[in-house]
């Protein structure tokens, strides 16, 4: 492809993936008729409705994740007419087991993530969804590289360790999810007490996950404490509430085979894993743009239109996290 390459960098070659082994047939249909497992993403607002990575993120999950089953995109464009809601028409026309939920709109970003403590309750008022034991939460800026399906008998195999006797009497509520791996404040600041987690993919128990659910709602709504950031709030819970703390536990998985967070060297040489986090507009401000749309194109395999990358208000997210 040919974009633009931002600031004075010298443009980048072209990516040349390694070749890679086609996949086998349980891989390729591992989940096809699997009706308890099922992933979910927020897309609201005109700032993100407005870019091509909702697409991106389903197509690397269909593509490269090889997951067939049920995408849940929670949206309040959804009875819209403009150009928004007209590309979600073409999305679900041409993939019906992506599923719209319209929702309302929030009047901030730290409201509208509050939707991931929500998303239990939503799929309870929902008879279609009804079989679904495991749902796997994902930011939209998150692309799937590899078969999800060694993730998601890994995170299976944790669930049901945890749901046996011995340990589901020493846990009131859990939900799993990966440490960090960026730069967030939290992490800048040397936190002490206990591990800070990434946000971006969270895995829930249908029935184990509610408790740690309401209590993290609880410090959403707490909009002058948090106003911007769902891992501050997290954290609070985790090692500062008294009241909190101990009603919820949040199982650390292993990131290393399965979360990259990624720079222009390991962009370059095509390294993926099942999860990729480019974390849109601020890590990917600083790899070059033919790298990134190279990148998507050739190892996540995206389409050449939603290769080219879209940023958010750069300037904006940076203010926020401050």
């Known amino acids: 492809p040919t974009s633009t390459s931002t600031g004075t960098r010298p443009t980048s070659t072209a990516i040349s993936p390694p070749p890679r082994a086609p996949p086998s047939i349980t891989e390729a249909s591992l989940y096809t008729n699997d009706p308890t497992f099922a992933i979910a993403m927020i897309a609201l607002g005109k700032e993100l409705t407005s870019t091509s990575i909702i697409e991106r993120a389903v197509q690397s999950i269909r593509r490269r ?5 049920p995408i849940l995109i929670l949206t309040d464009y959804v009875n819209q007419t403009k150009t928004s809601p007209q590309r979600f028409v073409q999305l679900t026309s041409s993939d019906p087991n992506v599923h719209l939920i319209n929702v309302e709109s929030r009047p901030n970003k730290m409201m509208t993530k509050r939707y991931k403590t929500e998303l239990l309750d939503i799929l309870d008022e929902r008879s279609e969804y009804d079989d679904i034991t495991h749902l ?11 078969p999800l399906q060694s993730f998601v008998a890994y995170a299976r195999g944790m669930t049901t360790m945890l749901s046996q006797p011995s340990r589901a009497a020493q846990l009131q509520s859990y939900m799993l999810m990966f440490e960090d791996q960026g730069v967030g404040p939290e992490r800048n600041r040397k936190r002490k007490s206990g591990t800070v987690f990434h946000g971006g993919v969270l895995l829930l128990h249908r029935q184990q996950s509610r408790g740690c659910l309401a ?29 909190l703390k101990d009603k919820c536990a949040v199982m650390q998985m292993d990131h290393r085979p399965f979360l990259l967070m990624p720079t222009p060297e390991t962009m370059a040489a095509g390294d993926a894993s099942v999860f990729i986090h480019v974390t849109n507009g601020l890590r990917s401000k600083e790899i070059d743009d033919t790298l990134q749309a190279d990148y998507y194109r050739c190892v996540v395999m995206v389409d050449e239109e939603y290769a080219v990358k879209s940023r958010f208000d ?5 203010q926020e996290r401050r």
């Not at 750069?314 to 940076?318: E, H, N, P, R, V």
């Open 65 to 69: 994740g090889l997951y067939c089953g």
């Open 136 to 146: 796997l939460y994902m930011d939209v800026d998150i692309l799937v590289g590899e």
């Open 215 to 243: 209590a993290w709602q609880t410090l959403f709504d707490d909009t002058e404490r948090f106003p911007f950031r769902d891992q501050a709030a997290l954290y609070h819970m985790l090692y500062k509430s008294k009241e």
């Open 314 to 318: 750069t300037q904006k997210i940076a």
